[in-house]
C-alpha cells in the first residue's frame, strides 16, 4: 500500500540526488526550529489512527503524537507544531528541501530510502506488516489453512506482491480478486467475492470498522511481510536527530517504568534512579541534545507513555482496536526496545 | 342578407387541449409506442429515486455527535453535519472564524452590488473588488498586522480554500488570458511567438502535472532555506495553466469579430489599445461568455487537484474527515455533501451567465 508508488519516488529521489546537497536544508534544524517557535511536522494527508484531524480540526493520532513529543521536548509545548500533510510521493522531498523537520507519516523504514535518499530513520513507533481479515464462519484460525481461497486485494500496491510470494512460499494457491480502492475492497469482501480480505494490518482494522458487521469478521494473527513505520529526518543533523530519536525512546521508557500522563508529578518524586534520571531529577541528560533537564518530563505529562499514545489513537481505547501484538514491550512480548537513560 | 358588423368573440379552445389533462395526453400519452415510453421512463424513475429518497431522506439520521447516533440503515448526515465547521473553514483556528465570515459577507456584499443592475457606482465597487478587496482579504485572512494573529496557510480549507482558489484563477487568468490572446494575434513576431510558446506549454501540461512540479521540484530547484509558500505554488499554477485556456476562448471570439470592425476603428484615428478596448474586446468578450464561463467552471472544479499536494480543498477536507477513526465508513456521505455543494456554485455561476447574456443581447445572436 506504502510503496505503490515506487517509480515516482525514485523519480523524485533521483531529482534530489541529482541536486545532492543543495536541497540540504540549514544544518541546525533544532535553532531554526526554536527561531520558528514550532516544529513542522510532515503527516499524512489522513490516515485512520496515525494523523487524521478530529471534530475540533485538531490533529490526532499516532504519527501525530511523535510530532507532539518532539515539541513537548524542545519548546516544553506539544501544541508548538506545524503539521503540514504531504502525500507518498512529496513527502522526501518535502523533509529534504526543509519544508519539514520531522517527517512522521506511516512511512516504511527500508534500506533504499535509509541509504540513498539522505535522510536518516529516528526509531519505529509501529511494526506493521500485511495480514488476513478473515470471515468468523470460515472456522479458519491460521493463514496456513488458506489455500485455495479468493483474496480480496487492493490494485497497485505491494500488498499483491507479498501475498502472491506468500502462497507461493507456502506451496499454497489463491484466486486473487483486484480492486482500486480501500472502500471498494471492502465492498467486495462484504459482498462475498472473496473469503480474505487482505492489507497493512493498521488498514485491517480500519476497513473492519467499515462493514457492517465488524463482529463476524476476524483478523489472523499471522502478518507476513515486514513494514517498520517510523519518523524520519534529514542526515547531516545528528543532533537534531538525536531529539527525535530520544523522544521516541523516552515514551517507550515511560511505559516499561510504569510512568504515565496521570502518575507522571508523584513520579518525580520517586527513588528509583531509572525514574529520576528520565525526569530530570537526577543529572541532566537532554543537555547533549541541546535540551533542559525536564524534556522526558514535558513529553510524558503532554503526551503521555508509548502504551497511552497506542491505545488511544490506534489500541482498545480507539475504535480501531488493534491488539499490542509485536507492538507491545520487549517485556511483554513484544519488540518494542528503547535503550536505557543513562 | 344580414352584415356581421361586429366582430364574432372569440370562443375559448376546445375543452380537451387545455388544462394539465390535455398537456399531459399531448405530451406524453400521444400514441400508444409514447405512452408506453412514458410509463415505461416513470417506472425507471421510480425503481431509481425510492432507495435514494429512502437512504437520503426517509432512514437519514439528521441529530447526534458520534457515530453510534447513526443506525446505519440510511445515510449518516450527523457525520456531515459534526464536521462542518470543518468542511467550510478547514482547519482554521475555531476562534478566528469571524475573519473568514467577515471575508466572504463583504466578497459576498461586493458581487451583488456588481451584479444587482440598479445599484449606483459599479465601476467604483467593481475596482475596489479587483484592487482593495485582495488586500482587504489577505489582511483579514493571513493576519499579522492589526493586532490580528497570523494564520499560516496551511490551516486553510475546505469551501474557504477552494473559493480562494477558484476567485484568485479567475480574477487572475481574465485578464492575462485576454492580453495572451491579443498577443497571439498580434504582429510583433517576438510578442507573436512568446505568446504563442507560452499558451502552447501551459495548454499542453496537464494541470496535475503543474502542481507535482511545483509542489516536488521546485522547493529543490530554490536557494537553501527559502521556500514559497505551497497555497502561492497552486495559485501561481492555477492561474499561468487557466490564463492559456482563457487566451484560446479568447482569441475564438476575437477571430469572430469582423474585420471591417477593427477597421472602421482605424479610419476614425483610434490607436490600438482604443481600438481594441472600445470596439473589438466589449463585441468579442460579450460573444465568448458562454465560453469563459465554462473555463471558469472548469476551473472552478479543477481546484479539487490540490489535494493532490496536500492542500485541503473541499473535497479534500472531506477525505481527510473520512480517515478519522471515530468516523470511519460514511464516505458516501462526505462525497454526496461535497457534490452537492460543487454543484450549488457551478449552477450558480451557469445561471448568472445566462442572465448576463440576455442582458448583453443586442441582437448579436443568429
Known amino acids: 500500500m506504502r510503496d505503490n508508488k515506487n517509480k515516482w519516488l525514485l523519480l523524485t529521489s533521483a531529482a534530489a540526488l541529482a541536486l545532492g546537497a543543495t536541497a540540504t536544508a540549514s544544518a541546525n534544524t533544532l535553532q531554526t526550529t526554536i527561531d520558528r517557535g514550532a516544529v513542522q511536522c510532515g503527516v499524512s494527508d489522513g490516515l485512520p489512527g496515525f494523523s487524521a484531524p478530529d471534530d475540533q480540526g485538531d490533529w490526532q493520532g499516532l504519527d501525530v503524537d511523535v510530532c507532539r513529543a518532539v515539541a513537548a521536548a524542545v519548546f516544553g509545548d506539544a501544541e508548538a507544531v506545524r503539521y503540514i500533510s504531504l502525500n507518498a510521493v512529496e513527502r522526501f522531498t518535502a523533509l529534504q528541501s526543509g519544508e519539514v523537520d520531522v517527517l512522521s507519516r506511516n512511512t516504511t523504514w527500508t534500506t533504499t530510502r535509509d541509504t540513498t535518499l539522505g535522510l536518516n530513520f529516528a526509531g519505529v513507533n509501529f511494526y506493521d506488516g500485511i495480514g488476513f481479515m478473515i470471515n468468523r464462519d470460515l472456522g479458519v484460525s491460521s493463514a496456513t489453512d488458506l489455500d485455495g481461497a479468493a483474496v480480496c486485494v487492493q490494485s497497485g500496491t505491494t500488498t499483491e506482491l507479498n501475498v502472491a510470494d506468500y502462497f507461493r512460499a507456502n506451496g499454497m494457491t489463491f484466486d486473487p480478486i483486484v480492486f482500486d480502492t480501500s472502500e471498494q475492497t471492502v465492498g467486495g469482501y ?64 515511560a511505559e516499561e517504568m510504569g510512568i504515565t500522563q496521570d502518575n507522571v508529578d508523584e513520579m518525580r518524586n520517586s527513588d528509583d534512579p531509572d525514574i529520576a534520571r528520565l525526569l530530570g531529577q537526577d543529572g541532566n541528560y537532554g543537555e547533549g541534545m541541546g535540551l533542559d533537564a525536564n524534556w522526558a518530563y514535558n513529553i510524558i505529562s503532554q503526551v503521555g507513555n508509548y502504551g497511552e499514545s497506542y491505545d488511544r489513537n490506534v489500541g482498545m481505547d480507539s475504535p480501531l482496536q488493534i491488539e499490542r501484538g509485536i507492538n507491545a514491550l520487549w517485556t511483554e512480548g513484544g519488540i518494542q526496545y528503547a535503550p536505557p537513560i543513562r | ?252 471570439g476575437l477571430q469572430a469579430i469582423p474585420k471591417g470592425q477593427e477597421e472602421a476603428a482605424a479610419a476614425l484615428g483610434m490607436g490600438y489599445w482604443k481600438r481594441m478596448g472600445l470596439i473589438v474586446l466589449p463585441q468579442a468578450l460579450k460573444m465568448m461568455i458562454p465560453g469563459i464561463v465554462n473555463t471558469f467552471i472548469s476551473l472552478f472544479k479543477d481546484t479539487t487537484l490540490v489535494m ?59
Open chain 2, 1 to 252: 342578407m344580414t352584415i356581421q358588423l361586429k366582430m364574432i368573440e372569440a370562443r375559448p379552445a376546445p375543452k380537451n387541449t387545455v388544462g394539465p389533462l390535455a398537456w399531459l395526453r399531448a405530451n406524453l400519452f400521444s400514441g400508444p409506442v409514447n405512452t408506453v415510453f412514458t410509463l415505461l421512463g416513470f417506472y425507471l424513475l421510480f425503481v431509481l429515486l425510492t432507495p435514494t429518497i429512502q437512504w437520503a431522506f426517509i432512514n437519514a439520521d439528521w441529530v447526534g455527535t458520534s457515530r453510534d447516533d447513526c443506525s446505519r440503515e440510511g445515510a449518516c448526515w450527523v457525520f456531515v453535519n459534526a464536521r462542518l465547521t470543518q468542511f467550510i473553514y478547514g482547519l482554521y483556528p475555531r476562534t478566528e472564524l469571524w475573519r473568514v465570515n467577515i471575508v466572504f459577507a463583504s466578497f459576498a456584499v461586493l458581487i451583488a452590488w456588481l451584479a444587482i443592475p440598479r445599484l449606483p457606482f459599479k465601476r467604483w465597487v467593481a475596482l475596489a473588488t479587483l484592487l482593495a478587496f485582495p488586500v482587504f482579504a489577505y489582511f483579514m485572512l493571513y493576519g499579522g498586522h492589526f493586532g490580528l494573529s497570523v494564520v499560516p496557510t496551511h490551516r486553510w480549507g475546505g469551501l474557504m480554500l477552494t473559493l480562494i482558489l477558484a476567485v484568485v484563477g479567475m480574477v487572475a487568468a481574465l485578464p492575462i488570458g485576454i492580453l495572451l490572446a491579443l498577443g497571439r494575434r498580434s504582429q510583433m513576431p517576438i510578442v507573436k511567438s512568446f505568446c504563442v510558446v507560452f499558451i502552447e506549454f501551459w495548454r499542453g501540461v496537464p494541470l496535475i502535472t503543474i502542481l507535482f512540479m511545483a509542489s516536488v521540484m521546485l522547493p529543490l530547484f530554490l536557494p537553501t532555506g527559502m521556500s514559497v509558500d505551497r497555497l502561492v505554488r497552486a495559485l501561481i499554477g492555477i492561474t499561468l495553466f487557466q490564463s492559456a485556456y482563457m487566451a484560446e476562448v479568447i482569441r475564438g
Open chain 2, 308 to 366: 493532490i499536494i496536500g492542500l485541503f480543498d473541499l473535497l479534500g477536507i472531506v477525505q481527510a474527515a473520512l480517515s478519522d477513526s471515530r468516523w470511519l465508513g460514511f464516505a458516501l456521505e462526505g462525497y454526496v455533501f461535497a457534490a452537492f455543494m460543487f454543484w450549488i456554485f457551478c449552477f450558480s455561476m451557469s445561471r448568472y451567465s445566462q442572465y448576463l447574456e440576455r442582458k448583453l443581447h443586442t441582437g448579436h445572436k443568429r
Open chain 1, 190 to 253: 462484504e459482498a462475498g467475492r472473496c473469503d480474505v480480505l487482505t492489507s497493512d494490518t493498521s488498514q485491517l482494522a480500519a476497513l473492519r470498522i467499515q462493514l457492517s458487521d465488524p463482529d463476524q469478521s476476524v483478523i489472523l494473527p499471522e502478518v507476513i511481510s515486514k513494514e517498520p513505520l517510523g519518523p524520519v529526518v534529514r542526515q547531516g543533523d545528528d543532533q537534531w536527530f538525536n531529539i527525535v530519536k530520544w523522544s521516541l525512546f523516552a515514551m517507550l521508557n
